[in-house]
């Protein structure tokens, strides 16, 4: 069981608009850890979506952007593409377990 | 840019040790912080630990303490990460990332697929 925890689907039709939360606790997320998000495409490595929380490395376009609430950092991805259709997972770090800490991860279907 | 390639897969047999190895290239090894993450279908992405740049020591995640050894070889811009006394649980593909800022990780190597079988 995941420390932070992702719903395990979430889909939308072309053009639309989904979110994709990740809950976590007292010991990551709403200790005031910055969230940040991969996406991963089938066989290869995991890619840097959001880091810190709300910001985009070079080249990822600004269709997708990151938020924070309390205990839950939310994914919020915008005009949807084929493209986009693959698994996104959140990453935190966790204060009790001293360590880096992931979800289980969302696969987004483009409907 | 940093460019991070990995050894090839491995078979091993329950009980045994696995060393995956990790080139740096684009950046000096000693001046990364440079981490190790596996991933599983059962538990999703595990971080297993890495260098903490804060404390300048190798640290390692509970579960792997005693198990796992994390190496570098700063002459070659080489990481290396060893696991023994493998199980079936072990099988995984295994990556190296860098982690920067202390807490996310923006360059990750292909992975290396760790199959262990009796």
């Known amino acids: 069981q995941s420390v932070l925890t992702q719903p395990p689907s979430v889909s939308g039709a072309p053009g639309q608009r989904v979110t994709i939360s990740c809950t976590g606790s007292?010991?990551?997320?709403?200790?005031?850890?910055?969230v940040h998000w991969y996406q991963q495409r089938p066989g290869t490595a995991p890619k840097l979506l959001i880091f810190?929380?709300?910001y985009r490395p070079s080249g990822v376009p600004d269709r997708f952007s990151g938020s924070k609430s309390g205990t839950t950092a939310s994914l919020a991805i915008t005009g949807l593409q084929a493209d986009d259709e693959v698994d996104y997972y959140c990453q935190s770090f966790d204060s009790s377990l001293s360590g880096w800490v992931f979800g289980a991860g969302t696969k987004l279907t483009v409907l | 840019q940093v460019h991070l390639e990995q050894s090839g897969a491995e078979v091993k047999k329950t009980g045994a040790s696995v060393k995956v190895s990790c080139q740096v290239s684009g950046h000096a090894l000693s001046e990364l912080s440079m981490h190790w993450v596996r991933q599983t279908p059962k538990e999703g992405l595990v971080s297993m630990g890495g260098f903490d740049p804060q404390d300048g020591v190798t640290i390692y995640a509970q579960r792997f303490q005693g198990r796992v050894t994390m190496t570098e070889d700063t002459s070659t811009d080489t990481a290396y990460m060893e696991l023994s006394n493998l199980t079936s649980e072990d099988t995984a593909i295994y990556f190296c990332?860098?982690?920067?800022?202390?807490?996310?990780?923006?360059?990750w190597g292909q992975g290396t697929l760790v199959t262990v079988s009796s």
């Open positions: 810190g929380t709300t």
């Open positions: 007292s010991s990551n997320i709403g200790a005031d850890y910055d």
């Open positions: 990332a860098t982690l920067t800022g202390g807490y996310y990780f923006d360059h």
